[in-house]
C-alpha cells in the first residue's frame, strides 16, 4: 500500500472516529479501544522517519485520551526512574497580553457562537455521576476554529523556547500541540489531576492555559493551583507548597504537565454563558 493511500486510509478513520468520540451513546471504554486499534494499524505501517502520517497519530492518541482519568499513580516513561523520589517545586509563567486585541474579541464571538456545540466535559473509566464529582466544565473540538486554533498553536511554538528558558525546564523536540476551548460557568471545577499521568499521556511535557472572557467580569472563582508534586515511584502527592493563579483576560500560563494542579469552583451569579470563564488550554508533546 503506498503511503498516499495509506495516508488517505488514516484520514478517513480519522474522520470517522472523531464522530464516534463525539457520540455520547457509545461507551467511552468502547470508543477508546476503537481508537487504539486504529493507532496500532497507523504505527505498524511507518515507513519512513519523516512519515506523513506521523502527525495523525498523533491527533488519533489525543482523541482517544483528551477524557483520560486522573490516575494517580503516575507512568514514567523510564522503569529506572520508578524507584526514585524526588520534590517538583512550583513553577510556572504567567504571559500577559498574549493575543492581539482583534483575536480576542475572534476568541469570544467563536464561544458565544458556538453556545450550542460545546460538549459536557468527560473523564475516561468514571461513570457519569463519578465525572460529575470530578469535573464540570464543557468543551469545544477544534474543528469548529481551525484558523483560530492554528495561530495560538504557532504562537504557542513560538514562545515556547524562551517559556523553557524562564522556568529552567530542559529543551525537547515538540511533537505536536494539542489544543481545546473549555467553557467554566456557575459551579463548574476540576478537582486535582495531573496531565501527564498515564503511559499515553507521558509524551505531554508542557501544559498551556489562555484565559479569555468578556469585561466586565461577571465571575469570581475558577483560579488554577499548582501543587509542589512529590514523585515516589510512579506515585504523585500533593507536598508542602502551592500558588494560585488568577485566570486573568488574556493572559496564558504556562507550567509542566506533570505536576498536579486543580481549577477551583467558578461562581457566576447571571448563569448566562457568553459569561462564562473561557479558556484555550492544551499540551505541548514530546
Known amino acids: 500500500m503506498t503511503v498516499d493511500k495509506l495516508q488517505q486510509l488514516t484520514t478517513k478513520s480519522i474522520d470517522l472516529l472523531e464522530t464516534i468520540l463525539d457520540n455520547s451513546n457509545i461507551p467511552l471504554t468502547e470508543r477508546a479501544e476503537i481508537a487504539l486499534r ?39 516513561q523510564s522503569t529506572s526512574n520508578q524507584n526514585q523520589s524526588k520534590i ?28 450550542n456545540n460545546f460538549t459536557d466535559s468527560s473523564v475516561h473509566n468514571k461513570s457519569t455521576n463519578q465525572i460529575k464529582k470530578f469535573r464540570q466544565s464543557s468543551i469545544l473540538h477544534h474543528k469548529f476554529y481551525p484558523e483560530l486554533a492554528k495561530s495560538i498553536q504557532t504562537k504557542v511554538l513560538k514562545t515556547l523556547p524562551s517559556v523553557l528558558e524562564k522556568l529552567n525546564h530542559p529543551n525537547f523536540s515538540t511533537s505536536n500541540i494539542v489544543i481545546q476551548l473549555t467553557a467554566h460557568n456557575d459551579s463548574c471545577f476540576y ?60 493572559s496564558i500560563i504556562f507550567f509542566p504537565s506533570r505536576y498536579l494542579h486543580e481549577i477551583l469552583p467558578v461562581n457566576c451569579p447571571t448563569k448566562a ?13 514530546r
Do not use: C
Not at 504571559?95 to 464571538?109: D, K, R, V
Not at 457568553?274 to 508533546?285: K, L, P, T, V, Y
Open 191 to 250: 478537582t486535582i489531576h495531573s496531565d501527564a499521568n498515564t503511559e499515553m499521556t507521558a509524551t505531554r511535557e508542557m501544559t498551556y492555559v489562555y484565559y479569555f472572557y468578556q469585561e466586565p467580569k461577571s465571575f469570581s472563582g475558577g483560579e488554577l493551583v499548582i501543587y509542589e508534586t512529590k514523585v515516589d515511584g510512579n506515585n504523585l502527592s500533593k507536598h508542602n507548597d502551592f500558588k494560585v493563579i488568577e485566570p486573568r483576560n488574556n
Open 88 to 115: 517538583l517545586p512550583v513553577k510556572y509563567l504567567q504571559i500577559e497580553n498574549f493575543l492581539e486585541p482583534q483575536e480576542l474579541e475572534a476568541a469570544l464571538t467563536i464561544a458565544i457562537k458556538n453556545k
Open 38 to 76: 486504529i493507532l496500532e494499524i497507523a504505527q505498524s505501517s511507518q515507513t519512513t522517519t519523516q512519515n506523513p502520517i506521523t502527525s495523525a497519530n498523533n491527533r488519533i492518541i489525543e482523541s482517544a485520551t483528551s477524557k483520560i482519568p486522573t490516575f494517580i499513580p503516575n507512568y514514567s
Open 273 to 285: 454563558f457568553e459569561h462564562s470563564r473561557f479558556a484555550f488550554n492544551g499540551w505541548i508533546r
